[in-house]
């Protein structure tokens, strides 16, 4: 079992920046890639980041790529989301996942965080 626990959300105006994390707990988390998913207002979930085990490898959707920045610490058991140049369209509630492999496949993730609200005011 993995424990996720994201933070970091909050009210940010437009252009503004955010900074996300999640940490694992339990089993060890360090071997797993990690996913950032989002779930606009009356939305399906959406990928929005994931990287490999090492870091070494990233993966962004097309919506956020150049904005948004995935890093992780193995050390911590801890995954980050560097958010600027945030845009209304970005509100959603933000969830931390790990899985097996880097994927934009929210199936391929086997745990999964609460979820941290971020809201994008105009």
């Known amino acids: 079992q993995v424990q996720l626990v994201e933070s970091g959300g909050g009210l940010v105006q437009a252009g503004g920046s955010l900074r996300l994390s999640c940490a694992a707990s339990g089993r060890t988390a360090s071997t797993y890639a990690m996913g950032w998913f989002c779930q606009p207002p009356g939305k399906e979930r959406e990928f929005v980041a994931a990287?490999?085990?090492?870091?070494?490898?990233?993966y962004y959707a097309d919506s956020v790529k150049g904005r948004f920045t995935i890093s992780r610490d193995n050390a911590k058991n801890t995954v980050f989301l560097q958010m600027n140049s945030l845009k209304p369209e970005d509100t959603a509630v933000y969830y931390c996942?790990?899985?097996?492999?880097?994927?934009?496949?929210?199936?391929?993730?086997?745990?999964w965080g609460q979820g941290t609200q971020v809201t994008v005011s105009s």
């Open positions: 996942a790990v899985g097996p492999v880097v994927t934009a496949i929210a199936g391929g993730y086997d745990y």
């Open positions: 990287i490999s085990w090492s870091g070494g490898t990233t």
